[in-house]
């Protein structure tokens, strides 16, 4: 089996999210936690430790979407399958959360692009393959290549309601993208309202989970390493009670032959 790591790394001061989004990590190493380690342990000192040195702890301010996440229901709306209670995170199911994994290839799409349902189909019949439930699928926008620059969040395509629904018609319930949202970068969004005034194009790849719950994952990596199908994706969140979203470690896992 060789595994694929599909996750990001979150580090301190990076131009991966808006300014106010940005994690923040204080690092406490082995010499500077001495005084907080002895006040465990009655009258020990820092010569009872190997070397003098005790822990190393880290202290890490940021939110439920940064990093490679996956997004519950309960962030796109309080309500979802038009009017029940949205799950959160904690409330996902772990079946969802592995499966046969799917990967689509729009990275020549121009930024800000709109994907549509026959996009989809077209993606699909390249690779010759027929959707089945519970399929992760990825969209792989190229985004990736700007992570930890400002031009990240303003990279890739992204997915409309239309075809986020068609989709989960398809009984697709993980999704997920290289790029920032699932959505197209705001910046596009926020250009074309202004241009038209159609309020329908808001989010609309989030706001679809409106109509029928999904999940999906957001700030992926590494998915040109991927083949188009034949490989399984683990992506468990870790649990936050009542939370919009939880982190992951992204896992592709391809299964090789033996070598005789």
């Known amino acids: ?11 301190n001061d990076l131009a991966s999210d808006p300014k106010e989004m940005i994690p923040q990590i204080m690092y406490m190493d082995h010499e500077q936690s001495v005084p907080d380690m002895l006040r465990f342990f009655g009258t020990a000192q820092s010569k009872d430790l190997p070397d003098g040195l005790a822990w190393a702890i880290e202290k890490i301010e ?13 962030h796109y709306h309080p309500t979802m399958d ?3 209670p949205a799950w959160t995170i904690d409330e996902i199911p772990l079946d969802w959360c592995y499966g046969d994994g799917v990967v689509l290839d729009f990275s020549d799409k121009p930024a800000g692009t709109k994907l549509t349902v026959k996009d989809f189909e077209e993606a699909l019949s ?13 969209i792989r926008t190229g985004a990736d290549q700007y992570w930890g620059t400002p031009k ?3 990279s890739g395509c992204g997915v409309g309601r239309e075809a986020t629904l068609w989709l989960l018609e398809q009984g697709i319930r993980v999704v997920g993208t290289d790029a920032w949202s699932w ?10 309202f202004d241009e038209t005034g159609d309020p329908s194009i808001i989010w609309e790849g989030h706001f679809a989970g409106i109509e029928k719950r999904y999940c999906h994952i957001e700030k992926l990596t590494n998915l040109d390493k991927l083949p188009a199908t034949g490989f ?7 649990k936050i009670k009542k939370a919009s979203a939880g982190w992951i470690r992204a896992v592709a896992m391809i299964e090789e032959e033996k070598k005789e």
């Open 232 to 238: 399984k994706l683990s992506c468990y969140p870790v």
């Open 183 to 192: 959505d197209r970068p705001l910046p596009y969004i926020a250009k074309e």
């Open 1 to 11: 089996m060789r595994f694929i790591d599909l996750s990001i790394t979150i580090e």
């Open 82 to 84: 038009k009017g029940k």
């Open 152 to 154: 990240y969040l303003i």
């Open 126 to 138: 390249r690779i010759d393959y027929e959707l089945k439930e519970k399929d992760i699928v990825l």
């Open 62 to 74: 940021l939110t439920t979407h940064m990093g490679t996440h996956l997004d519950a229901p309960y």
